[in-house]
């Protein structure tokens, strides 16, 4: 893994987002979800009627992996290994026992993996599931990674289970609680 570690600011919600891991400018940048794939996200939490600096202020944005993992030799960015995730993973628990969310939105395969085990994307995304992770256990809504790497949300079925898992995100109480109008 390639430091610094990425961290959001302390924001105290009962929603927790999670993600795989920092891409290789989030660190540089020194927030989160940053770069490309992060404006995807937060045009999608746009359509919902919150916009990025709305979002950061009442979401607390975490990561699997702090650290950005480098990239592959096809040049994507590599995926954490076992290893890697369970030395992160005290992060994880700690900001869980501290901010007990009732909702976790998990964006990509790994983060999705960490809470609700092995599947694929078309069984996770566009539904509520029961899951847990780190001790935590409770509702989570699973996101397609907004990356440009990945092409899933862009076809069928990705667009319309995307689509799908914003407008519940969108009508839970928890997130209508934190970005009432």
């Not at 009732?102 to 999705?112: E, M, S």
């Not at 076809?155 to 009508?171: F, N």
Request: proline share 9%; hydrophobic share 40%; glycine share 14%.
């Amino acid at each position: 893994m390639i430091p610094p570690v990425v961290v959001p600011p302390p924001v105290r919600s009962p929603i927790y987002l999670v993600g795989q891991a920092p891409g290789s400018r989030e660190g540089v940048l020194g927030r989160p979800f940053a770069w490309t794939a992060g404006r995807r996200l937060f045009e999608w939490f746009g359509g919902l009627g919150v916009d990025e600096e709305r979002f950061r202020a009442g979401v607390y944005i975490a990561a699997v992996c702090r650290c950005f993992p480098g990239k592959t030799s096809a040049g994507g960015d590599r995926v954490p290994d076992a290893a890697e995730v369970e030395n992160c993973s005290r992060w994880m628990r700690a900001e869980l026992e501290v901010l007990a969310p009732r909702l976790v939105i998990t964006v990509g395969r790994l983060a999705c993996e960490r809470f609700l085990g092995k599947g694929d994307m078309a069984g996770w995304i566009g539904r509520s599931h029961e899951g847990g992770a780190a001790g935590w256990e409770g509702e989570v809504i699973p996101l397609p990674h907004p990356s440009g790497a990945s092409s899933w949300w862009k076809v069928e079925p990705g667009k319309t289970l995307t689509a799908r898992a914003l407008a519940r995100i969108g009508r839970h109480p928890v997130w209508r609680e934190v970005f009432r109008s």
